[in-house]
């Protein structure tokens, strides 16, 4: 029986009568996404229309779920909101702290000794509270979700970007920051801005060296890194309903790299296989009872321009595959391209590492089919020239591809298997020469391909594709090599291709673990201790942050005029850093140490407006807060992309940051600065984020007046005396005001609670 069926069976119970007047009252036929959207409301059944990118809706999500590192952020806040259980079911994941130096037990082994007191914390917490918790070295959260939780129609929050995943199993599954988790385990409603939507249709059908992945990776080529912001992403058509489950979960996966809040397919045969494969055929069941509410109404495939705000079309059958890269995964080159514009981009042709794996790619289908291209190896004399590691994502994928001799098989051409983690994906990835900082070129099948990202080294250009192609590039060790078309020299000196990769869809002996690795929280936690030392440098118990103190914020320093792109890791890098993650104090040592200066095109240098000096952000930061300095931070274009972290926000919060003024926002960082209590603003006009320098100071002239749809006016008052007035728009609803007036979203849920 699957987790939590009878909850699941109620979301079906509930959704043909609130479909069917939301058709009503919207008055046409819906997409997916507007069903699962109206059938989640806060308040039931639907009783007005919603406004795509303008009105704010409460929704309550059936589920939640955390990885490890954001989770002691997330379970911190939560016990300070003083409730006794969590309000829908919600799971822990140990996925993150893990780091790829050896292999998967020595990797293990190491982690549990390291990160154990997080690890314990975290085993704890989650019994005391109700909360599944999955242990170190049971796989990555999105497969670990996807194979036991995610469910057709169903919404689901998660504390991770990626936790998009799940629309591969017709979710809508959205990443938010650990406040927002809270909101929803508190028995609160979550707030988001009703979406725009975008439809891609897909016609044909994948063959031979295309892959899933590709879908995405044009689809990112066309819409870049922030073309899908504020919308839902839905993919229908013969293409889709072709592929497999977890193909469409790499798509969904990797839309999160396209800035969309979501994306999701509609309910068929190959979620339907899915479910019932890893033993949730009860889920499917039901599904099959109330289908046609699991996908969008023929109307809207039949004229997807009449119903969505943007449509796309790709045909399957003629998609090449892609190389995505260097640093920014919208950089999309198909592979008949890829040496022309290597040479001409000065790239280095010569492969050091292809990985596989990791949350995107790491399903039975994704593995077989790079399996089928390394049995090639010895059958056609061939030595793979690259380093090659597997990452797989979950203990159920490990154990099962093991059974049937997967394993076996990369091991034969040198590969090493890490554990069930993110690993590499996410920077934890101790790769043995990556200090010297060499340029050179990876290829592997994550999600992300940022600078520093993978091994920390600003001079790593990685490329992403799929896991076949990955496979066959660290064969080639070239890449200029296109499989499709090109031959290899083998130990023989004689010329021979690669065939097509191939690879079942699912395991013909169906999955299998002696230890999936679940632990199931006590029926009554209240006696479950959860301690946190005081002198501990991994965790710190949280003091709420201040109220405003309702006067305009004035005398502010700039800290930063970041210059270009500033994502989440950036402003509050992962690798090493993630074992600070549940200390507030510590982390925020690495707060914007990774944003470039505008004024001198460094970074983790900033001049300290009290002596006149250069030194690390954080420590200007820190030294502004002594002195009782408000401090204001300036960004470009789509600032904060990428993860959820709301480290992101809480560092700055932290460190006396009162607002952040940028060009334009990535969604969830947006709404993690709101709910932390700071002023995530926009510049009314662009250009005026020329006009402010180094020295400058601020002063706010009309946040006593702060108010939904009322831009507020900043005082940049520059070193020689002159002023600059710059207006600045922002997206604060009433409620959200609320969260700046109280100091945090979180302060007012301990209040509710007191």
């Known amino acids: 029986m699957a987790f939590d069926i009878e909850m699941i069976k109620k979301v079906y119970e509930n959704m043909p009568g609130r479909v069917d007047k939301a058709r009503e009252i919207v008055g046409r036929p819906l997409t997916l996404t507007e069903k699962i959207l109206y059938n989640h409301l806060w308040d039931g059944n639907p009783t007005k229309a919603f406004g795509r990118g303008v009105d704010y809706v409460d929704f309550a999500p059936d589920r939640v779920a955390c990885q490890d590192a954001t989770a002691q952020m997330a379970l911190l806040q939560f016990m300070h909101a003083g409730k006794a259980k969590v309000a829908v079911p919600t799971t822990v994941h140990c996925d993150h702290l893990i780091q790829a130096k050896v292999d998967a037990v020595t990797d293990l082994a190491r982690a549990k000794t390291q990160s154990n007191e997080v690890f314990d914390f975290l085993s704890s917490v989650s019994n005391k509270y109700g909360i599944g918790f999955w242990k170190p070295g049971a796989g990555i959260i999105h497969q670990?979700?996807?194979?036991?939780?995610?469910?057709?129609?169903?919404?689901?929050?998660?504390?991770?970007?990626?936790?998009?995943?799940?629309?591969?199993?017709?979710?809508?599954?959205?990443?938010?920051?650990?406040?927002?988790?809270?909101?929803?385990?508190?028995?609160?409603?979550?707030?988001?801005?009703?979406?725009?939507?975008?439809?891609?249709?897909?016609?044909g059908k994948l063959s031979g060296w295309t892959a899933p992945k590709d879908v995405i990776l044009k689809v990112a080529g066309i819409l870049t890194v922030k073309g899908g912001t504020g919308a839902i992403v839905e993919y229908f058509g013969e293409g889709a309903t072709s592929m497999s489950c977890t193909g469409k979960g790499t798509i969904c996966n990797m839309g999160a790299e396209i800035g969309a809040t979501t994306s999701t397919f509609g309910y068929d045969d190959s979620m339907s296989r899915y479910l019932r494969s890893t033993n949730r055929a009860d889920v499917a069941d039901a599904a099959?009872?109330?289908?046609?509410?699991?996908?969008?109404?023929?109307?809207?495939?039949?004229?997807?321009?009449?119903?969505?705000?943007?449509?796309?079309?790709?045909?399957?059958?003629?998609?090449?595959?892609?190389?995505?890269?260097?640093?920014?995964?919208?950089?999309?080159t198909p592979i008949s391209k890829m040496k022309e514009e290597a040479i001409k981009n000065n790239w280095p042709l010569q492969i050091q590492v292809g990985l596989i794996g990791s949350c995107t790619n790491s399903s039975y289908e994704d593995i077989a089919r790079a399996a089928s291209l390394a049995r090639q190896v010895s059958a056609k004399n061939l030595k793979t020239k690259s380093q090659f590691t597997i990452t797989p994502g979950s203990e159920v994928v490990r154990y099962t591809i093991e059974?049937?001799?997967?394993?076996?098989?990369?091991?034969?051409?040198?590969?090493?298997?890490?554990?069930?983690?993110?690993?590499?994906?996410?920077?934890?990835?101790?790769?043995?020469?990556?200090?010297?900082?060499?340029?050179?070129?990876?290829?592997?099948?994550?999600?992300?391909?940022?600078?520093?990202?993978?091994?920390?080294?600003?001079?790593?250009?990685?490329?992403?594709?799929?896991?076949?192609?990955?496979?066959?590039?660290?064969?080639?060790?070239?890449?200029?090599?296109?499989?499709?078309?090109?031959?290899?020299i083998n130990e023989d000196g004689e010329e021979v291709r690669l065939e097509a990769p191939t690879g079942d869809e699912l395991p013909p002996k169906g999955f299998d673990a002696e230890d999936p690795g679940f632990q199931a929280p006590a029926a009554d936690g209240s006696g479950v201790q959860v301690a946190v030392s005081p002198t501990s440098e991994r965790l710190q118990l949280l003091a709420p942050f201040d109220a405003w103190d309702g006067k305009n914020i004035t005398g502010a320093k700039l800290l930063i005029k970041a210059f270009g792109k500033c994502t989440t890791d950036h402003i509050s890098m992962a690798g090493p850093w993630l074992r600070f993650r549940g200390h507030l104090d510590n982390i925020s040592n690495n707060m914007l140490i990774g944003a470039v200066n505008a004024f001198n095109q460094k970074t983790n240098s900033v001049k300290n407006q009290l002596t006149g000096d250069y030194d690390a952000v954080p420590a200007v930061a820190r030294a502004y807060k002594a002195a009782g300095?408000?401090?204001?931070?300036?960004?470009?274009?789509?600032?904060?992309?990428?993860?959820?972290?709301?480290?992101?926000?809480?560092?700055?919060?932290?460190?006396?940051?009162?607002?952040?003024?940028?060009?334009?926002?990535?969604?969830?960082?947006?709404?993690?600065?709101?709910?932390?209590?700071?002023?995530?603003?926009?510049?009314?006009?662009?250009?005026?984020?020329?006009?402010?320098?180094?020295n400058d100071t601020i002063n706010f002239t009309d946040l006593t007046e702060f108010a939904p749809g009322k831009p507020l006016s900043l005082e940049f008052v520059h070193a020689d005396g002159t002023k600059d007035i710059i207006l600045a728009n922002h997206t604060y609803n009433a409620g959200q005001i609320g969260w700046f007036v109280a100091g945090s979203a979180l302060n007012l849920i301990a209040a509710a609670g007191a």
């Open 144 to 203: 670990v979700v996807l194979e036991n939780y995610a469910f057709p129609g169903g919404m689901m929050i998660g504390t991770d970007s990626h936790t998009v995943n799940a629309g591969g199993l017709g979710m809508v599954a959205i990443g938010v920051g650990g406040a927002d988790a809270v909101d929803v385990m508190s028995g609160m409603a979550w707030e988001l801005k009703f979406p725009k939507l975008i439809g891609v249709k897909l016609t």
């Open 288 to 332: 099959d009872k109330v289908a046609s509410y699991l996908t969008g109404d023929p109307e809207v495939y039949a004229n997807p321009e009449q119903y969505f705000d943007q449509v796309i079309e790709i045909n399957l059958t003629e998609l090449e595959p892609h190389l995505n890269g260097p640093f920014t995964p919208d950089l999309a």
């Open 403 to 488: 059974r049937d001799g997967f394993i076996d098989t990369f091991e034969k051409i040198g590969a090493t298997v890490f554990a069930n983690a993110c690993g590499p994906c996410i920077g934890m990835w101790d790769r043995e020469g990556a200090e010297k900082e060499e340029r050179n070129t990876i290829v592997h099948s994550f999600n992300r391909n940022f600078s520093k990202r993978a091994d920390g080294n600003p001079n790593t250009l990685a490329f992403v594709g799929s896991p076949e192609l990955v496979t066959a590039m660290a064969i080639a060790g070239d890449l200029g090599f296109n499989p499709l078309t090109d031959t290899l």
């Open 629 to 694: 300095i408000p401090s204001i931070v300036v960004g470009d274009h789509n600032y904060g992309e990428g993860s959820s972290r709301e480290h992101a926000a809480m560092e700055p919060r932290f460190l006396g940051v009162k607002a952040v003024l940028v060009k334009s926002f990535a969604r969830i960082h947006e709404t993690n600065l709101k709910k932390q209590g700071l002023l995530g603003l926009t510049f009314a006009n662009e250009a005026d984020y020329d006009k402010i320098q180094e």
